[in-house]
């Protein structure tokens, strides 16, 4: 008799459907028999530079080493980090990916009998975390695009155990000033933790933004995660990290797996630190890029939702899936959203100038009424 495996499943992870990413340039490539040279993606949020110079030769110099097992301690990382963000080492947690950083919480302080708030519209992994462990996801509506503060605190009962705030979220680009932040965290019970999912903070430019880092002092049950795969520009290489009180780090390194970072990994991310020219880069090119997106969305007459990241969300109205295959067919890649609750919308991530203008072209094609031009390519 044939066995069903899915209903050997733990029950939250037979009603689980994977993560959704950005379609790869070579599987776009390989499906449309295109040079994958040709092919722009702009659909995971990826930093266009390129990664820093200074974390290649990093990687390069590592490479002797990659018979031997990481530093499962990450010292020379967390080194790094705590001396930038004034720190103990002993508050940091590092993660494959900040990713990794959710899931470990997530398995720490929820189960079966757990409440985990999280935002409409808020970043998919909150959700699957949750689902996977069995714990009760309270999805929370969204006030314009955004993440609806009060409604999340008032949503905490005495099963509540986790709270994820994106800030700023993907894929809306919203974000909350410290204000907003600071009050909301002062809402929170002291057993229940909040987890500010800060992995686009490095973008945030301006005084009125909150520093997850610097709120740890005044609110113990606050931890914070980044990530070195946007502005930094390490995406493949799966690092982030979490800093919050070092009674809660200890807990999540119990549970993180004791090799969860890669040599090479470490030593980029190591080496970037110390690149802040990269960085200033980065939000060189993004703020332009933004602008330059956001101009182009004016003259086509599409709205969108103002961005604090390095994408923005645009609505294109119900064509969206005609139009996001009409960017495939033209080589351009960009990410449907429909699977967030938002049809009329295609996340776009921040590109070079060029890369912007062969998104924008190509949406201008695409937009057009079938018959005169979209539907032929
Ligand atoms: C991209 C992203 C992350 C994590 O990415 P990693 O590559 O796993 O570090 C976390 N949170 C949000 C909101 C993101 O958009």
């Not at 070579?26 to 040279?37: H, V, W």
């Not at 980065?282 to 890029?289: L, Q, T, W, Y």
Request: with cysteine; glycine share 8%; net charge negative.
């Amino acid at each position: 008799m044939a066995i069903d495996y899915q209903s050997l499943a733990v029950k939250g992870v037979q009603a689980l459907s994977p993560y959704q990413p950005g379609k790869p340039i070579e599987e776009l490539a390989r499906e449309l028999g295109l040079n994958p040279a040709d092919i722009v993606k702009l659909a995971s949020n990826e930093n266009p530079l390129g990664p820093s110079d200074k974390a290649l030769a990093a990687v390069r110099e590592a490479l002797p080493e990659l018979c031997l097992y990481p530093d499962g301690n990450g010292f020379d990382l967390k080194q790094a980090l705590a001396a930038r963000f004034g720190v103990g080492m002993d508050q940091i947690t590092l993660g494959n990916g900040s990713n990794d950083v959710l899931e470990v919480i997530a398995r720490c302080f929820a189960d079966r009998d757990s409440e985990v708030v999280f935002s409409q519209y808020a970043f998919a992994v909150y959700p699957l975390v949750t689902q996977a462990i069995g714990a009760k996801g309270i999805s929370v509506p969204a006030k314009a695009w955004g993440h609806d503060l009060d409604a999340m605190a008032a949503a905490v009962t005495d099963r509540t155990r986790l709270i994820f705030v994106a800030n700023p979220n993907n894929p809306t680009g919203t974000v909350h000033e410290a204000e907003a932040i600071e009050a909301f965290l002062e809402k929170i019970p002291a057993n229940v933790l909040v987890v500010l999912d800060e992995a686009y903070c490095e973008y945030l430019q301006g005084d009125q933004y909150p520093d997850g880092v610097k709120l740890l002092s005044r609110f113990p049950n606050l931890i914070v995660c980044r990530t070195f795969s946007k502005a930094w520009g390490l995406a493949a290489l799966r690092v982030g990290y979490s800093i919050c009180s070092a009674a809660i780090a200890d807990i999540l390194n119990r549970v993180r797996q004791p090799f969860n970072v890669d040599t090479l990994a470490l030593a980029a991310a190591t080496a970037v630190l110390g690149d802040d020219q990269y960085l200033e880069r980065s939000r060189e090119v993004n703020a332009a890029g933004l602008k330059q997106l956001e101009q182009a969305f004016d003259r086509l007459g599409l709205g969108y939702i103002p961005s604090a990241g390095n994408f923005i969300a645009v609505d294109v109205g119900g064509r969206a899936q005609d139009i996001y295959q009409s960017l495939l067919a033209q080589g351009v890649i960009v990410r449907p959203v429909a699977g967030y609750g938002m049809p009329n919308h295609l996340r776009v991530s921040v590109g070079l100038q060029a890369d912007n203008d062969r998104f924008i072209d190509a949406l201008e094609h695409a937009l057009q009424p079938p018959g005169q031009g979209a539907a032929d390519v």
